[in-house]
């Protein structure tokens, strides 16, 4: 079955950096555009950056752009995200899965935490 596992959160000083990992399997990796999506607590959950399947092709949500960078690794089934010069704003769970409308279940998530 389709499993994610993310991991690399914690707590981040404003202006800090994190890297979060996303073990994906159960699925032909190479082959799905991936994301990572946010959950702050009280809203919905957004997307944040997506990535093509060949790693080629990137976005980002506007609240982020210039500060993250999505990447992937086809080889080790793995997408990352590089995040810098975090903000309070920042501070949510996150989670990958597949790109689109189509997700598969969710993963538990890696909580991040930017507080001073």
């Known amino acids: 079955q389709v499993q994610f596992v993310e991991s690399g959160g914690g707590l981040a000083q404003p202006g800090g950096s994190l890297r979060l990992s996303c073990a994906a399997s159960?699925?032909?990796?190479?082959?799905?555009?991936m994301s990572w999506y946010r959950q702050a607590a009280g809203k919905e959950r957004e997307v944040v950056a997506r990535i093509s399947p060949n790693g080629i092709t990137t976005n980002y949500a506007d609240s982020v752009k210039g500060r993250f960078t999505i990447s992937r690794g086809n080889a080790k089934n793995t997408v990352y995200l590089q995040m810098n010069n975090l903000k309070p704003e920042d501070t949510a769970v996150y989670y990958c899965n597949r790109a689109g409308a189509a997700v598969w279940s969710w993963g538990q998530g890696t909580q991040v935490t930017v507080s001073s």
């Open positions: 159960g699925f032909t990796f190479s082959t799905y555009a």
